[in-house]
Nanobody, 122 residues
Framework: AQVLESGGGSVQAGGSLRLSCKAS????????WGWFRQAPGKGREGVAS???????TYADSVKGRFTISRDMDENTLYLQMNSLKPEDTGMYYC?????????????????WGQGTQVTVSS
């Protein structure tokens, strides 16, 4: 499968953005998804994930502000980001797997997008 992110951009602190991630196709019916981000000079970190049963996991830094959701019929993942902070700035990546579902915010996904940039100014 190929995954493609969209929806990034520049916003002032306190603003909102909605990221989308469209997958071309999956070979299995079990699909797990995740959002990850990488700030300049830092390693990639988990932001949120959703498993095949709809169970969600969030990084402590985004709890209460970000919401992960999916449209299974459209093979699309979303990340609604509210109350954005400058520290949310980074490249956001979508990941998916239709064979093995990584636990929590583990990054062991088979399919990764190219990323979409999110910039939050103070």
């Amino acid at each position: 499968a190929q995954v493609l992110e969209s929806g990034g951009g520049s916003v002032q602190a306190g603003g909102s953005l909605r990221l989308s991630c469209k997958a071309s196709t999956f070979y299995q019916s079990t699909v797990c998804w995740g959002w990850f981000r990488q700030a300049p000079g830092k390693g990639r970190e988990g932001v949120a994930s959703i498993d095949d049963d709809g169970l969600t996991t969030y990084a402590d830094s985004v709890k209460g502000r970000f919401t992960i959701s999916r449209d299974m019929d459209e093979n699309t993942l979303y990340l609604q980001m509210n109350s954005l902070k400058p520290e949310d700035t980074g490249m956001y990546y979508c990941a998916a797997d239709d064979y093995f579902c990584p636990a929590g915010l583990d990054q062991k996904y088979n399919y990764w997008g190219q990323g979409t940039q999110v910039t939050v100014s103070s």
